[in-house]
């Protein structure tokens, strides 16, 4: 079964522009989560889709959007980009069954990332 | 709230000796947690994950955790450390609600020597 996967691997940009990344889920996986990783901050969660709606949202500004499209895969979204949105960007798969509460934790799958630098 | 801290930054160990990786939680709820890998320039791989049904947790590449309440501690280990080992190691827990919200740990830096 194929893995995560994400588009563009590596990304340069210049602040004020605006970049879209893609992911595409494990084939039955209808979740999708988004984190950034930067040396300073760490892993952040940014946002959560399941079935097309963001069910969770991470502490990020307006500028950061997402969404979802029927066949799971996800797009997320920065505007007028700063400095500090030089990261990389990791998105996750998971069955998300709602349902599954009280079976286990929902195991979640990574991709490769897509590096972002603006300058 | 959730929150997981690592206690170490850096660890070094020789190959072949035992790899102990240091991580307390922070949970008002039965917490699920996750030990994941990252190695330079890839994505997250998961290790294990703590289910409450054994405190004691295997996963992949003969690393093993052991969920311990009374410590509130989820450390990770493995008998022999092998140079493949050499990565980042993330200690993680999962926010209640049925959501898939992850709370990440800084981070341990794993060097193995020859």
């Known amino acids: 079964k194929a893995g995560v996967t994400q588009t563009p691997r590596y990304l340069i940009k210049t602040r004020g522009q605006q970049v879209t990344l893609s992911c595409s889920p494990i084939?039955?996986?209808?979740?999708v989560s988004w984190y950034q990783q930067t040396p300073g901050q760490g892993l952040q969660f940014l946002f959560e889709y399941f079935s097309e709606t963001q069910r969770n949202k991470g502490n990020f500004p307006g500028r950061f959007s997402g969404r979802q499209f029927s066949n799971s895969r996800s797009e997320m979204n920065v505007s007028t980009l700063e400095l500090g949105d030089s990261a990389l960007y990791l998105c996750?798969?998971?069955?998300?069954?709602?349902?599954?509460?009280?079976?286990?934790?929902?195991?979640?799958?990574f991709g490769p990332g897509t590096r972002l630098t603006v300058l | 709230a959730q929150s997981v801290t690592q206690l170490d930054s850096h660890v070094s160990v020789s190959e072949g000796t035992p790899v102990l990786l240091r991580c307390n939680y922070s949970s008002s709820y039965s917490p699920s947690l996750f030990w994941y890998v990252q190695h330079p320039n890839k994505g997250l791989q998961l290790l294990l994950k703590?289910?409450?049904?054994?405190?004691l947790v295997k996963g992949i590449n003969g690393f093993e955790a052991e969920f311990k309440k009374s410590e509130t501690s989820f450390h990770l280990t493995k008998p022999s450390a092998h140079m493949s080992d050499a990565a980042e190691y993330f200690c993680?827990?999962?926010?209640?609600?049925?959501?898939?919200?992850?709370?990440f740990g800084a981070g341990t830096r794993l060097a193995v020597h020859p």
């Open positions: 996750a798969s998971s069955l998300g069954d709602p349902l599954r509460r009280g079976i286990g934790p929902d195991t979640q799958y």
């Open positions: 703590y289910t409450s049904a054994a405190t």
């Open positions: 084939s039955g996986h209808r979740s």
């Open positions: 993680v827990v999962r926010t209640p609600g049925g959501y898939n919200k992850l709370i």
